[in-house]
């Protein structure tokens, strides 16, 4: 017995050993190439900014400072940076609304697929994840297509006779938010069916005889056990929209810039790298913040089921 | 009145209909793209015949043949070392119970997926010119690393997920019958993890060819991918040609998603 | 497949290997380099050309600033020569090894900002004003108000190429001031004017060929050398020389401090001072340069057109651009920042 037990110990040491050793070439490889060099740029916004590019010394919160205050290149006089405010604005709703489109669009899409019979099924999900896998510049290279002035859509609605002067959408918000709601749909879909698809059909009769109208069925019944495939699905779609780079480059035009083409112009033209250093920051805190209220609420969600 | 199905009570008001208006919009200008590679003329919009002069266009073009074969390349090398990697972490983190710092290797290895991708791509451009700068070496060792990494929690995921179904008699009786723990591995733990490895492995090509802002901040000259190759293409005048190079890279993408969707299944 | 897929990268690598003695990496302005040109070259010396794009100054400054970017020459504007110069970011050239220096047209050798033609050889020089498409909008396009001020049937459908020193000093030219001023009471009507025409802007992006070409946009704010070509694919094109003022320029190929292909970047210097290989280069960007000679190479479409030979009434509006004092392109930046943000 007691041979046993001090083997166990022993045992679990050398788990732990293990299991650790096991994972060091992983850890390594994301420690240089992904975590690792995210401590540079945190270092480097506490910098000042080089003549000509990157960094010099003092250190200084001059970075932060920018973000959010601006000083009047004129009078010196100090106010909110109303510019950066505005793109991190355009951001968060851009990426709001997003996950609101590819919500409303993706319910209905996800139940569809789910209410199936059961052969089928497998086909319809298949045919979500094509997109979801196919390049996102291929992706947002279609969407360009079917938007631009002499675009599928323009086209279209000009032939139908809806309208005599095609629709100005590329390089607007809208053309970005189009882009962000086609390239995520798949994203909002995938959880969304997970969920449902757990779901007992045979509740619904029950909630039918309940509720009666088929609209407080989904609001009492079907919303709530969706839930957790709500949550998920929304932070899936927010958090890459918030840091997205590509589409609103191809379909923004380089005057409707998100916070990603913003940081971008930082190390480019702008020249500010200590800017585009904390403005790097910022967005990962705000992106980590997101992930936390999702925590807290799939932990919630845990303790109510 | 005809019912179809007994469970009418699945059926919500405008939901079929706004599902059959997703799968459209999903598909409809990705076949567009598809459609339009095959046009006799250069327009995008207008049609004039069936033609493979967009195909033989971009197989002529240096540039995009080169590009090609370094998307294909970084992509296997970045599936090779994140599969292998994923492996080993995947084995120390299922099998070996719950030990302290578990949560910690967690979190490392699904740091990329989330850590957004702009934020990784500007760190390794501060981090990388820097290396080059010190060390003079210029290759593609840096997008190979940045792929490489990225790549882990992608391949890990199908790996683990296989790994947790897995039944252990089977390994419990080699080891009865004195199988060294490395035999018990390699004859019965790895035939039985392959499936999980395939898919993890072709999930992390596809991601690796898929990239656009990592390999776009850490490339330098002479070093643009299929992708960022295409990304510089949408400054210019458009032509086909950027149809039949996305048309080609989808079906790619095509034949790895069925494979993986073959090898998961047979799991099933 | 697995293996197979490896060997044949394997086998590009090592071809690639081979080729690397032998290669040259330019960075230069998107849609500015003949690929006829580099055809030639490459297939007269064998070596092999990698062209990789920029869209502004100040991005080929902070990207070869950040340092191991890899190229060889790269092509910045006069006005910028002298700041590459002074980072010692470019070196200094053999002229012994350009027996075609010679070509260089005498009014282009000893310039302001390379005297004695030190460090750079000339690419192509040109005009900023604005391109409109006459389909829309038939008033007078000699005005920097195309994009300062626009008119109500250009609003919204106007591009501007984000190239700080060309669109800053269009407007203060607007204002009635000159380039490089550090004049604050023109450098705040010029942020104003600035500020206040940006929501009439549709993109701010240096591909005005592709979008005029495609109706994306009516209107840009652009070099002569993309309105050309715009008009060659969209007939309705045309550029106006804004009376104002308006920039002129001269972009210089220069070989950079770390190149690593020295001997072939000579070569590609030598080659491109030949008149016929430079009208090469017109010939695709559809801007003069500075290479005697080169005119009787050049399509005939080249000679007459009203993008490059600047009409008598217009050339008078025109300043070539000088390099500002660094307190005065400070001021500029932080305007230009606001601009962009």
Known sequence: MAMSSSAETAAARRRGRSGWLLSTPALVLLLLGAAGPLLVVLAFSLLSK??????????????????????DIFDGTISPAKAHLAIFWRSVWLSLATTLITFVLGLPTAWFIATRPERQRALWLFLITIPFWTNLLIRTFAIMEVIRNEGLLNTTLIAMGAIDQPLQILFTDWATLIGMAYVYLPLMVLPLYAAIDRFDMRLLEAGYDLYASRWRLLRRVILPIVRPGIVAGCILVFIPSLGAYVTPRVLGGGTNMMVGNFIELQFGQARNWPLGASLSMALLIIVMVALLVYVRASAREGRDG | MAEPRPFSVTRLPGFTAIAITAFVALYLPIITIVVFSFNALSSMSQWGGFSLHWYREAWANDTVQEATIRSLLIATVAALVSTVVATLAALGTTRQGRFRGRTAIYALINQPLMVPEIVTAVSLLIVFGAIRQATGYQGLGYLMLAHSAFCVPFAYLPIRARLEGMDRTLELAAADLYATPLQAFRRITLPLLMPGIAAGAMLAFVISLDDVVITEFVKSAGQDTLATYMLGQFRRTLTPEVNAISTALLALTLVLLTGFFLITRKRA | MRTLLL??????????????????????????TSPELIQKFEQETGIDVTITDYDSNDTALAKVQAGGHGFDLVVPSANYVPIWVEQGLIQKLDQSRLPNFKNIAPEWVDVDWDPGRRFTIPWQWGTTGVAVNTSVYSGDINTSN??????????????????????????????GGEPCTEDLDILRQVRDKLMNAKPFWLSMDYDSEAKLSANDIMAAATWNGPSMRARLNNPPVAYGYPKEGYPLWMDSVALLSDAQHVDEAYEFLNFIMAPENAALISNYARYANGIAGSEEFMDPEMRDAPEIVIPEESKAAGVFLPTCPSSAVELYSRIWTELQS
Do not use: C, H
């Open chain 3, 7 to 32: 060997t044949a990268g394997l086998a590009a690598l090592a071809t690639g290997a081979a080729a690397q003695d032998r290669q040259l990496q330019l960075y230069n302005w998107g849609d500015y």
């Open chain 1, 50 to 71: 080089g003549e000509y590019g990157g960094v010099a010394l003092p250190v200084s919160g001059q970075a932060w400072f920018e973000i959010f205050f601006q000083r």
């Open chain 3, 146 to 175: 195309i994009f300062l001020d626009p008119p109500e049937e250009l609003r919204g459908k106007i591009n501007v190429v984000p190239e700080m020193n060309d669109i800053v000093s269009l407007a203060i030219m607007n204002v």
